[in-house]
């Protein structure tokens, strides 16, 4: 990465249509789950916006009258991808509700399984849900190769050669040539889109790591599984601590070691250069897509686990933009509002006593419209995701974090002011990735540092009370993260996950404010409206994830329907 060199390409004009009336992308692809973006363009710009979730999240209704220590096993369901840290957030909710203190190690096996999470998360989105919205596949096959070797070979210490480059041009080509163009199909710069603008030769080099991390992104995974068991769905975390007695032993040690290895190499070498390198070129979008500037995050990778302060990413609240004054997060000031959702009643409350009682209406409907809840906090819109974490952490001065974001801004030549955008968005994605790299050898150390002592306590014993009530926070790869427990006759009697996209997503709240998606898609030039990627490109930045929600309406009638579990 210490090759990797600042990108001097003249800033680009966005372009923009004459264009008038709505745009519908329904459904949006390359995310988790189905998620419809309802906007009214003038003049090519958008002046309106609904976001709107078409899953119903019934987790919490299935959950009623269970076992606590079952909810992990059933959160994790949530999503395909993201499935720990649903595990996580369950396991430390009961862990608090029972107050049982884990062991050292079990904390520590957590995190790694986190870190490997996040490292899997943030290459995947970057590559196969993000890039297409900036690449121009088809665009690579008039790059020259001799070309875009000499330009990878400026920005990566990594060699790259034209022959490699060439033979992804030609696969490339033999594809186009078949017909089959698989996930290329409908792509919007099929044909040519004014709103892409990268040379080809950068086009080819993005293409051709595109189809790399295809293959490295599996390492991650297998990494999660050397201390998860599996994956997706660990199988590891259990109320008390975890169950992983095989990752104790050097042959694990090593296992993992040599895929981190892989994987962070890949981050530093290939990932951030990337980054830079096609940044260097949409600099426009650096003054797009800001959005609500209110930023939250719980923070994680703790020294204590469930003490939120010992984070080594801390938690915080920011305040429009301003960096010079960082709020401590207090989970007391997290609400709900379902004013404008799919359901009953217009309650705004704290996710302890909350309620999910479904009502829809219609997909017409202009005042509900998601089955999103509205999350605030302290009555306000927040984002959350990396851009969040990433903030609070450079404003706090954490050194993997400032090195990360420093590297990016003097790179691409823009002031930290650039981070609070579409551009900001991606960027952060990526240094928060950086950072996490850097620090997951010090949790592997520390692991196998208390196992040559002896050490190899990894269950704490504990007693399930008749009632209690807990809290599980999570800064997972979207954002914070929150499941909440009610205990009754040692029962589930309430449990409700709000989650980083309902954070992001959410529709308008009980003051009829706009939520962080809905406000950052506000005066978005759209060049295209049969080809919205101007859309897409700020919707993506949030790395959506609605499948947190479950399918329960019939595709013909529109109704809810229930089922009975047996």
């Known amino acids: 990465m210490s090759g990797c060199k600042a990108k001097t390409a ?22 988790e789950g189905h998620l419809r973006i309802e906007v009214q363009v003038e003049n090519g710009v ?49 862990d608090n509700a029972v107050k049982v203190k884990i062991p050292d190690n079990a904390r520590l096996m957590r ?43 400026s920005i990566s210490p990594r060699p790259t050669t034209a022959e490699g480059l060439k033979a992804v041009q030609d696969k490339v080509a033999a594809l186009v040539k078949s017909g089959q163009l698989g996930i290329f199909t409908n792509a919007y710069f099929l044909g040519g889109h004014p709103a892409y603008y990268l040379p080809a030769e950068v086009d080819l080099i993005a293409t051709a790591h595109y189809l790399e991390a295809l293959h490295l992104q599996v390492k991650a995974a297998r990494a999660m599984a050397v201390y998860g068991a599996k994956n997706p769905h660990t199988q590891f975390t259990v109320v008390g601590g975890v169950t992983n007695y095989e990752g104790l032993k050097p042959e694990r040690f090593a296992e993992f070691a040599a895929l981190y290895k892989e994987v962070k190499a890949f981050i530093e070498q290939v990932y951030i250069p990337d980054l830079i390198a096609v940044a260097g070129f949409y600099k426009d979008w650096a003054g797009i897509g800001a959005g609500c500037k ?125 981070l609070f955008s579409t551009l900001g968005r991606t960027a952060a994605r990526g240094v928060e990735c950086f950072a996490i790299a850097q620090k997951t050898q010090g949790i592997l150390d520390q692991l196998m540092a208390n196992v040559k002592k002896g050490d190899t ?83 993506h930045a949030f790395d959506p994830c609605i499948a947190c929600g479950v399918h329960v309406i019939d595709a013909k009638t529109g109704e809810v329907s229930k089922f009975r579990v047996l």
């Open 46 to 94: 958008v002046k309106d916006v609904r976001s709107s979730s078409q899953l119903f999240r019934g987790l919490e209704i299935i959950l009623k009258g269970r076992d606590p220590r079952d909810a992990q096993h059933f959160t994790q369901r949530s999503c395909g991808v993201c499935t720990y840290v649903h595990a996580l957030a369950s396991t430390r909710c009961v």
């Open 111 to 153: 995190n790694l399984v986190l870190a490997a999470q996040y490292m899997h998360d943030h290459i995947v989105h970057f590559y196969h849900l993000h890039a297409l919205d900036w690449v121009n596949v088809a665009n690579a096959l008039k790059a020259d190769p001799v070309k875009a070797a000499k330009i990878a070979n």
């Open 457 to 539: 306590k990894l269950y704490t014993e504990w007693k399930m009370p008749k009632e209690a009530e807990g809290v599980g926070f999570v800064a997972a790869p979207r954002g914070h993260l929150s499941h909440w427990i009610k205990i009754k006759k040692g029962k589930i009697e309430n449990f409700q996950l709000v989650v980083p996209s309902t954070w992001n997503l959410g529709p308008r709240d009980d003051k009829d404010v706009m939520g962080p998606v809905e406000q950052a898609l506000m005066n978005t030039p759209v060049a295209d409206p049969k080809r919205p990627v101007e859309i897409i490109r700020t919707v």
């Open 294 to 418: 209110n930023y939250l995050s719980c923070g994680d990778f703790a020294d204590v686990e469930g003490n939120l302060d010992s984070n080594w990413m801390p938690p915080g609240v920011i305040h429009n933009a301003d960096l010079t004054k960082i709020d401590k997060m207090d989970g007391t000031k997290i609400t709900e509002a379902i004013k404008h959702s799919w359901y009953k009643g217009n309650s705004v409350l704290h996710p302890s006593k909350g309620v999910t009682d479904p009502q829809y209406t219609s997909l017409n409907d202009k005042e509900r419209y998601s089955w999103m809840k509205a999350p605030r906090y302290d009555g306000k819109p927040m984002e959350v995701g990396p851009l969040a974490q990433v903030l609070v952490a450079y404003a706090k001065g954490v050194p993997e974090f400032k090195a990360g974001v420093d590297l990016v801004l003097s790179k691409l030549g823009v002031p930290a002011s650039a």
């Open 10 to 31: 003249p800033v680009m004009a966005t372009p923009k249509s004459n264009y008038t009336g709505p745009v519908v992308v329904d459904p949006v692809t390359r995310i």
